[in-house]
């Protein structure tokens, strides 16, 4: 069974800092590209950042260059998002994506919310 769990969300002051973690189960991790998407209330989910399969290759949305990061451990079947210097624009619903050649898979999300 395919599973996708995200964790690391919260609530956040402006500038401050949060990991969030997606524990992959149930399909050949490292065989995956791994993305990072959000989606904001009434707005579009849309693309944060990408890592391929080995880990070499990494893309981010401009609004998140040079403050996220995004890493994964194939040893752990794990994905992170490093986020730091939060705005409150960057309050969503930041959902992990696995896509292979043939599969894609979706988390069921975790609420960022960064406000004073």
């Known amino acids: 069974q395919v599973q996708l769990v995200e964790s690391g969300g919260g609530l956040v002051q402006p500038g401050g800092s949060l990991r969030l973690s997606c524990a992959a189960s149930?399909?050949?991790?490292?065989?995956?590209?791994m993305y990072w998407y959000r989606q904001a209330p009434g707005k579009e989910r849309e693309l944060v950042a990408v890592?391929?399969?080995?880990?070499?290759?990494?893309n981010y949305a401009n609004s998140v260059k040079g403050r996220f990061t995004i890493s994964r451990d194939n040893a752990k079947n794990t994905v992170y998002l490093q986020m730091n210097g939060l705005k409150a624009e960057d309050t969503a619903v930041y959902y992990c994506?696995?896509?292979?050649?043939?599969?894609?898979?979706w988390g069921q999300g975790t609420q960022v919310t960064v406000s004073s």
């Open positions: 890592i391929t399969g080995a880990g070499g290759h990494t």
């Open positions: 149930g399909f050949t991790f490292s065989n995956y590209a």
């Open positions: 994506n696995a896509k292979g050649v043939l599969n894609a898979y």
